[in-house]
């Protein structure tokens, strides 16, 4: 678990946002319910109210409370909601024993985080408007709906600017006792190395998540996916996984060939030099080609359904595949270029691996603290509560 609480308005913000909201969560419990000890920290007391505020979040509903089968999980949900809180509270009073408190720096600076949310709310609203309307208050309508969303959680904007501004100050303090904490060379060049290796023994691996060290020779195309409803989709897919081979092939056979005039007439305009983009545009039904400039890149094992891989990778450049079928329909394929092996030097990614390593030294070393703290603090769960 990472502690570390960089931009955690934001993230509070978007779980507010993607929330269930309105009819059918399960309605905030009576005050009295709400001011129930559910734990102690040192003497300092956390009610339920505090993890009902948290839990309304996750948009449960009543008929989902009430269903047997989640039974444990829900409890399991609300048993982590509680830890989270007493983790808060710990850090809470070793932040303040080590002099740090709330003031008007932390607030101002929740508030100008908020803010740029909201901002960031407002360019989503004219985003989806097909032309921005000039009489439209995108900036209020943004701002409407995260009052409407705290307003259902039963949380006023003062209140939770105070608590967020209560994370800045803990992850101001988790800060200055880190500020030590960084990677060595060492460390820093043994991911290197190891990293490069499994990379390059696995390219297919390499997430979008991960530094990039190394790309085998590939191949940049670009297609046209004639595409089959998705209920035949679903429903070859569903043979596949029912193990059924045979039937699932010559149903998939039977379904290309009622799309086949059209992938045939696609094809030949694209054979006849016809702007493959300008075709793509017109007749393309992937998803992923819109706005995909660049096209795929596409190597051995590279994780694409097989035959478009194999049809890809047999293309010279600037050559078009006849029709490729596969699971999704019809594929024209072009392919654009050969891209080169590429291996990155570790003096061109050391301030990112730095950066990474160090973020991760930095939460093994808090995670440890407060591992400690906890073994030294007088807490009491009063599980049975919540």
Aim: hydrophobic share 35%.
């Amino acid at each position: 678990m990472k502690y570390m609480r960089k931009l955690c308005v934001l993230m509070a913000l978007a779980l507010l946002i993607t929330a269930v909201a309105g009819c059918g969560l399960v309605k905030v419990d009576p005050e009295k319910d709400r001011q129930q000890v559910i734990a102690e920290v040192n003497g300092e007391q956390i009610l339920k109210g505090e993890l009902l505020d948290i839990y309304a979040q996750y948009g449960i509903t009543e008929e989902q409370e009430k269903d047997a089968s989640l039974k444990d999980q829900i409890k399991n949900l609300k048993l982590s909601i509680l830890e989270q809180l007493i983790i808060q509270e710990l850090l809470e009073q070793k932040a303040k024993e080590a002099g740090y408190t709330m003031s008007d720096e932390y607030r101002k600076e929740a508030q100008a985080i908020i803010d740029d949310f909201l901002k960031g709310q407002e360019e989503l609203l004219k985003l989806q408007d097909e032309e921005e309307d000039p009489d439209r208050d995108y900036a209020k309508e943004a701002r409407e709906d995260l009052l409407e969303q705290l307003e259902a959680m039963g949380v006023t904007e003062e209140e939770f600017i105070e608590k967020a501004a209560k994370d800045i100050m803990i992850d101001a303090f988790l800060k200055e006792i880190t500020k030590e904490v960084e990677a060595s060379e060492e460390e820093i060049q043994k991911y290197y190395n190891e990293t490069l290796s499994a990379q390059k023994e696995d390219p297919a691996s390499i997430s979008p998540y991960d530094i990039v060290l190394y790309r085998p020779e590939r191949a940049r195309v670009k297609h046209i996916l004639i595409r089959l409803p998705d209920d035949q989709i679903k429903e070859y897919q569903s043979l596949v996984s029912q193990g059924k081979e045979d039937e699932a092939k010559e149903y998939l056979d039977e379904k290309l060939e009622a799309i086949k005039p059209k992938a045939m007439e696609v094809l030949e305009k694209a054979k006849a030099g016809e702007d493959f983009d300008a075709l793509i545009e017109e007749y393309g039904e992937d998803p992923g080609m819109v706005d995909n400039e660049e096209g795929y890149e596409v190597f051995e094992d590279s994780g694409m359904i097989e035959e478009f891989e194999q049809a890809s990778l047999s293309l010279k450049d600037g050559e078009i595949s006849d029709l490729v079928g596969g699971m999704y329909g019809y594929h024209i394929i072009k392919r654009y270029e050969t891209l080169a092996e590429e291996t990155v030097t570790l003096d061109e990614v050391r301030d990112e691996i730095k950066e990474m390593l160090d973020t991760e030294k930095k939460n093994q070393e808090i995670s440890a603290k407060i591992e400690a703290w906890q073994k030294e603090a007088n807490i009491k769960r009063y599980e049975k509560r919540i």
